[in-house]
């Protein structure tokens, strides 16, 4: 089964998506910060991240640059879920007008988590 | 009568040239008026106790530097109102620097108090080179002259402290505004705090109703959509106020941009198709293609837009329609929200845009923050907004417009104080 790593600080949201995704017969593996995050990038190769963006030490967009830094080329293609706390709100456009900050991921997924929405995006997105 | 004789000639004639021109003005004069060697007017210092030189003619800086004159019993009598001649500066008593006067070649001085609405301002003094006296005419009109003085430096006063006053009032207006400012970030923050546990709380509340953790019974089914349903409420509050307080302090840069309105309305329609569909609502749009660009937010006018459109998707009952149209008109872009919902009460109307106005304040949809919202935003861009309840021709409904010029600059601060 596909390997996922979820990146969050908030360990009730981890928790939530272990459950969900974990259910669904995915191996999910956890991250509480972007450099724990890189790190388990590195020993596990996952197949899919979902990341959030505002985490301690390095946070999402940290994480987003290091990934597309040369010395990680050989994990860039890995496909990349942005999990946007709600205050990033609405739409992926509606992110990057208010933080100035653009990303080419595959999804941008609000929470609170909607079982339905995560599992069509990750399934989506492992197909593709 | 002659004071405020005096007193105009005084206001019209430092407007023309300024209070230190006519001071100048006024020692030259008497001097050259009198034959005088010297003329000076000296200040009474705040604690009344000493005389300060304001400004003189034909004394030389030497004699200026002599010293602060200390208020005698002499002074003071000219402080008083009176006149006082002293005619052998070098040898009466009551002068207080006489080598200095007899190095000066001041033979005799007369010092006249300088008179003002609000008291005595100093004293004006007449330096003769040789022992003279004054005729009862001349004093008196050097008693004028001096009295002029006076008001003059009573009108610099006044201009002083008002500038002081205006000062300070700038000063009180931009600290008012740090703490404002202050206050509307401590309000996000504590918002963006309050958020992450909603979210995590429904995230486990939606993940239960999944089944993803066994299965539940039909009462804990319900009871776990209604409070899916109540934090989706507190999370759009919470939302609410982050951007209220968002627009009070004003927007940041990057936000603002110059925006198409085709574009955003055609993603609007996007947006609200999203709203309209799965409740069965028909939507139609009529927006003019190739409408003006303006310098703005285009997330804000994305949210006005999407906040209408929600509003009118939360009244209308399926099979109902909501309409979209924008054209220009003149010089200005027409933006119009027709639904064919329950309608506005006529008495409500003046009150929808306020803050936390809700037209059933039972009811638990709604924070009563969108309109207002809606309100700042286009005011931000310059325009204006109303709603008509029933829809003109129709006769349920309600029609909200917004007329926002073209080519406008989005004031970027909104309700800030001048």
């Known amino acids: 089964m596909p390997k996922i790593l979820v990146m969050d600080d908030d360990p009730d949201i981890i928790d939530a998506l272990d459950t969900l995704l974990g259910g669904e017969g ?65 739409s992926h456009r509606r992110y990057e007008l208010e933080t100035g900050v653009r990303m080419e991921v595959a999804a941008y997924i609000e929470k609170p988590i909607d079982p339905d929405v995560i599992l069509e995006g990750v399934r989506s997105i492992l197909e593709a | 009568m002659r004071k405020e004789l005096l007193y105009e000639i005084s206001r019209s004639v430092i407007a023309a040239v300024g209070v230190q021109n006519v001071l100048w003005a006024i020692v030259e004069s008497i001097t050259k008026g009198t034959k005088a060697k010297g003329c000076a007017l000296l200040v009474l210092s705040q604690d009344g106790e000493k005389l300060y030189h304001r400004v003189s003619y034909g004394i030389s800086p030497e004699y200026i530097g002599k010293g602060v004159i200390e208020v005698d019993d002499m002074i003071r009598c000219v402080l008083a109102g009176e006149s006082v001649l002293v005619e052998d500066m070098a040898n009466d008593p009551r002068i207080q620097y006489p080598e200095a006067a007899k190095h000066e070649g001041f033979g005799s001085v007369l010092s006249v108090p300088m008179r003002s609405y609000t008291g005595v301002k100093g004293v004006m003094r007449v330096y003769a080179g040789k022992q003279r006296t004054f ?22 006063e006044e201009r002083d402290r008002m500038a002081l006053e205006a000062n300070r009032a700038r000063e009180e207006v931009s600290r008012m505004s740090d703490e404002r400012e202050r206050f509307l970030y401590f309000i996000r923050m504590v918002a963006h705090d309050l958020k992450a546990p909603l979210a995590a709380v429904e995230s486990y509340l939606k993940i239960i ?44 840069s990057p936000e603002l941009t110059p925006v198409s309105w085709t574009e955003v309305l055609n993603s609007s329609v996007e947006v609200a198709r999203g709203l309209t569909e799965p409740r069965g609502i028909e939507l139609e749009n009529d927006i003019e293609q190739n409408l003006p660009e303006i310098f703005g937010s285009e997330v804000r006018l994305c949210q006005l837009i999407n906040n209408l459109v929600s509003n009118s998707a939360r009244y209308t009952s399926t099979g109902g329609k ?27 109307i003046p009150e929808i845009f306020n803050d936390f106005f809700k037209g059933d304040p039972e009811s638990l949809e709604g924070t009563g923050l969108g309109l207002s919202i809606c309100k700042r935003i286009v005011e931000m861009h310059n325009g204006k907004i109303w709603a008509e309840s029933p829809a003109p021709g129709k006769d349920i409904g309600t029609l909200v417009t917004m007329v926002i010029p073209k080519g406008v600059v989005c004031s970027h601060i909104w309700g800030k104080p001048e």
């Open chain 2, 135 to 156: 005729s009862k005419d001349e004093i008196d009109f050097l008693d004028s002259i001096a009295e002029l003085s006076g008001l003059v430096l009573e009108k610099e």
């Open chain 2, 322 to 348: 909501i309409a979209i149209r924008a054209h220009q008109v003149e010089d200005n872009v027409e933006v119009l929200v027709e639904d064919e919902g329950r309608g506005i009460r006529p008495e409500i």
């Open chain 1, 26 to 90: 995915y191996e999910v593996i956890t991250a509480h910060d972007g450099e724990e995050g890189l790190a388990k990038i590195r020993e596990e190769y996952p197949d899919m991240i979902i990341l959030d963006m505002l985490m301690p030490r390095l946070d999402g967009y940290g994480v987003y640059k290091a990934l597309h830094d040369p010395q990680w080329s050989e994990w860039k293609d890995i496909p990349i879920v942005i999990l946007t706390s709600v205050s990033e709100d609405v």
């Open chain 2, 209 to 252: 109703l999944k089944g993803s953790t066994g299965p539940t019974t039909e009462k804990q089914e319900v009871w776990l959509n209604r409070s899916v349903k109540r934090i989706d409420g507190m999370l759009e509050l919470i939302s609410d106020i982050v951007d209220l307080s968002k627009l009070e302090a004003g927007l940041d």
